[in-house]
Structure formats: structure tokens, C-alpha cells
């Protein structure tokens, strides 16, 4: 089911009262604008009770594994040259996406669109970088020694990763 409600006014809050019936790992986020790919997003994880847990153990070959939501989420967002306002904009208008922040004449170069791996277009927005749980980094930032996200595990254990894709859908 999906939470839907009116906008909740400024210097506000509200609170969600639900029963998580389903365990797994969701997400929420904006659906106002491009604020989802502007970073307003986050994981919901909804553990299983022990005996469910070992009840999947029994069932498979997978054995022990450690679940610790809060340090093995990984969650991906794209990192664009531009605000997401102005990619969405230059998108939808049908201007499509340039190397220039002016609006573009004969001369301008658009950027490539993303495709996979067999040629197939996979994006209209080139791909530029990305955040994991956001943290990344650019050789054309100046940052280049900014922190990335830090997964530690030890040899011969299992380990459960979570995994969020909220990457821009333009």
C-alpha cells in the first residue's frame, strides 16, 4: 500500500502509525518536484523475527549470515554536473541535456545519452558519478580525498546487503 496524504505545512511534523506486516527493505521518498534525486530519501527496514530468520536458514544453504541494517544498507543516487531542477527542466522541454549552463544554439555539444554495456539506451542523462549512502567523489571536484562509504567484514563470515537504487528517473 502507499502513504498518501496533503503536503505537510512548514515548522510542522506529523506522525505515521502503521503495522509493518511485510519484512524486507523499502524506501520512501519525494515525489514533489526532483527532490528525491536532490537527496530527500532513506531506507525502511523491516527485520524478521529470529524464528523466521532461522526458519530461511533451515531452508537454505546459506547458513548464519550477520544483519545489521545500520551498517551493511548501501543506498545509490546518481550525482549529476547540474541540480536535478535543471536537468528535469532541460528534459521535459524537450531541450534535452548540454555541456553549457546557457540555453543551447547550433553549436552546443549535448551530452551522451547513457547506454548499457550492449549500446542500448539506458538513460536520457549521461552518467557523471555516483553516491553510495551519499559519499563519492569526481576527478573534477576538489574533494578528491573526501570520504567514501566504508563496509567492513571479516573473512569467512556472511554478511546480508541491503540494497537501494534511488537513482534519478528522468
Do not use: M
Not at 86 to 107: A, C, I, M
Not at 110 to 131: H, I, K, M
Amino acid at each position: 500500500e502507499h502513504v498518501t496524504q496533503c503536503g505537510a505545512a512548514p515548522q510542522s511534523s506529523f506522525r505515521y502509525i502503521f503495522q509493518a506486516l511485510n519484512t524486507g527493505t523499502y524506501w520512501y521518498h519525494s515525489h514533489t518536484g526532483a527532490q528525491r534525486t536532490d537527496g530527500l530519501f532513506g531506507s525502511l527496514v523491516i527485520k524478521e523475527t529470529p524464528d523466521l530468520i532461522a526458519k530461511a536458514e533451515n531452508q537454505t544453504d546459506v547458513g548464519d549470515f550477520i544483519d545489521q541494517p545500520d551498517k551493511y544498507t548501501l543506498s545509490f543516487l546518481d550525482w549529476q554536473v547540474k541540480s536535478s531542477d535543471d536537468v528535469f527542466t532541460e528534459l521535459e522541454s524537450g531541450v534535452r541535456f548540454y555541456d553549457s549552463f546557457q540555453v543551447p544554439n547550433s553549436d552546443a555539444i549535448r551530452y551522451p545519452t547513457t547506454t548499457s554495456q550492449d549500446g542500448a539506451e539506458v538513460g536520457p542523462v549521461s552518467y557523471w558519478s555516483g553516491l553510495i549512502n551519499g559519499k563519492g567523489r569526481h576527478e573534477s571536484v576538489n574533494y578528491i580525498q573526501s570520504r567514501l562509504s566504508i563496509f567492513t567484514v571479516s573473512p569467512g563470515k556472511q554478511y546480508r546487503f541491503r540494497l537501494v537504487g534511488a537513482q534519478g528517473l528522468f
